[in-house]
């Protein structure tokens, strides 16, 4: 590969993965054996109610270099990957699900396109095994969509945040601390020289995935509100629209009732339209009630995330989401006798 020294780090957010974390670890380390490449992984455990914790200590037994980031409680994927990558120190990072539906495998031939000169290199779905056809097609909407509000920001289509960053990209990336975080949209905010490698998703190599419809869901509304202000120039047309039908009706029932006469009392209809006016204004609100609501998470300026503990034990240990939260010293004074 022409490569002189290279420290590779992977991120690998964890939330009840006690089952697949040891198999992860097994293959992502044997794909990871290159001729000129140091490997660190960084696995970020995202308040897991399960053992995912202890067999994340038992893999810093390994003869490779393990970080284990152990959050204050279950913060998200989301935030548990942005955890991760804020205590990453490589040259290049490669995000990554723990189970094993991206394939390690696939994480030379992404060295390999980083060494023609790009900085970022991302996986794009060619099938998905083991998902639902509900899901596909939900997904493929979801980012036919995305693509057409994102604005200036392009969302690659069957992209998810397997991917190899440079330093270059990642700091850019690291600077965006905004608390409603929709990584595949900041991913692709920061730009670069980037190129896309296809491969075939797996199933999950062992339990269910997390993520329900109601979460996905979700998670689409923290992407159409993060890159989009669509939502509320639709909310103006629309009660444009409402306006507009009801000038017009009002102005029909005036001019029936003048040159005809109107023997009914209307009562039907006039429920009809304060119900319609009445939910598109609920509506609206609702929209830009969610708009209001991010804003006032902005103004607050939390941390991102809290952290438990950092395995093993270093200089930058008790760190939050922006600054260090304790220092060693700090919290050496605070222990007890």
Avoid at 85 to 111: K, N, S, T, W, Y
Avoid at 165 to 179: F, G, H, V, Y
Avoid at 241 to 267: E, H, R, S, T
């Amino acid at each position: 590969m022409g490569i002189v020294s290279l420290l590779l780090s992977i991120v690998v957010p964890c939330y009840n993965e006690q089952s697949g974390i040891a198999e992860f670890h097994k293959r992502t380390k044997a794909a990871c054996k290159i001729d000129g490449i140091e490997l660190e992984i960084v696995y970020v455990n995202d308040g897991s109610s399960d053992e995912t914790l202890n067999r994340l200590r038992e893999l810093m037994n390994d003869n490779v270099s393990v970080t284990v980031v152990d959050l204050s409680r279950n913060y998200g994927k989301e935030i548990a990957l942005s955890a991760g990558l804020d205590h990453a120190r490589g040259d290049v990072v490669v995000p990554i699900d723990a189970d094993l539906q991206d394939p390690p495998e696939l994480i030379p031939e992404m060295i390999d396109k980083h060494c023609e000169g790009y900085n970022v290199v991302y996986a794009r779905r060619r099938s998905r095994a083991g998902e639902s056809w509900l899901k596909k097609k939900t997904a493929a909407l979801f980012y036919r969509a995305m693509t057409r509000v994102g604005g200036k920001v392009e969302l690659p289509a069957n992209v998810g945040d397997f991917r190899l960053m440079d330093r270059k990209s990642l700091d850019a990336l690291l600077q965006l601390r905004e608390q409603h975080r929709f990584m595949k949209g900041l991913f692709a905010v920061v730009g670069f020289r980037q190129i896309a490698i296809e491969y075939d998703r797996d199933p999950r190599f062992a339990d269910e995935t997390k993520w329900s419809y109601w979460k996905l869901w979700n998670l689409s509304l923290e992407a159409i509100t993060s890159f989009t202000i669509l939502p509320l120039k639709l909310s103006t047309y629309l009660g444009l629209l409402v306006a507009m039908f009801a000038f017009i009706y009002g102005a029909y029932i005036v001019l029936k009732a003048i040159f005809f006469g109107d023997p009914v009392d209307g009562f039907p209809s006039l429920i009809a339209i304060v119900t319609l006016i009445g939910g598109v204004q609920l509506m609206v609100l609702g929209v830009i009630g969610e708009y209001l609501g991010r804003i006032f998470n902005e103004t607050k300026r939390r941390p991102l995330y809290f952290v438990q503990d950092v395995l093993p034990k270093s200089e930058s240990d008790q760190s939050s989401g922006t600054d260090a939260a304790l220092t060693n010293d700090t919290e050496k004074a605070f222990k007890c006798d």
